[in-house]
């Protein structure tokens, strides 16, 4: 897999984490480094996790699924993409006094979780392409470590606006990178 596929995985997966964190930094009314860096450290860490747990699971599963990786490959990322436009297109407005907040240990934790479970997926695909794991984790967890920490000052500055179209574009980059592996498979590229 070249850089540059591999900066456009770490970008489309930070998407979630980037709009959580616009999202979160519009409920600021000022600027805390602590808040930024806390968010930026959590999303940065669960990202650069993620992947590995899904890279190792997907090491044993390597010899039975060989014939049709690329098939696997293609489904786990146009899900992951689908998933993520879909979510942004449906995301629910609630109140303020609903929203918890964004920057507490407990809820970061969740957060952090929820948006990293793509990454997961991502992981298991490098693991069925036969991708080493080490530069990839850690350019996905610094992309998303900065683009989060930017993400909260940026919601800080902008509220909502940019939320569910960063997603929207993170989604299709998504897609896009797992019809090329399909297609440079079967041999259309």
Known sequence: ???????????G???????VAVASGATMKRLEM??????????GGFQTLMPVAGWFAGIGMRNFIADWDHWAAFGLLAF??????????????????DRQCPFDTGT?????????????AVGLTFSLLSVSIITPVLL?????????SAG???GMKS???FENKIEVIGGLVLILIGLKILLEHLGFL
Do not use: P, Q, W
């Open 80 to 97: 992951v993409g689908g998933k993520m436009i879909y979510e942004s297109v449906a995301m629910e407005e609630c109140s303020d006094r």
């Open 1 to 11: 897999m070249r850089g540059v596929e591999l900066i456009l995985i770490a970008l």
């Open 159 to 161: 509220g909502h606006f």
């Open 152 to 154: 909260v000052a940026i």
């Open 34 to 43: 602590k808040n930024v860096l806390k968010m930026g450290l959590f999303f």
């Open 108 to 120: 970061l934790l969740m957060l952090s979780l929820a948006t990293s479970i793509d990454a997961l």
């Open 13 to 19: 997966l930070s998407m979630d984490a980037f709009a």
């Open 140 to 148: 996905i967890g610094a992309v998303t470590f900065a683009l989060s």
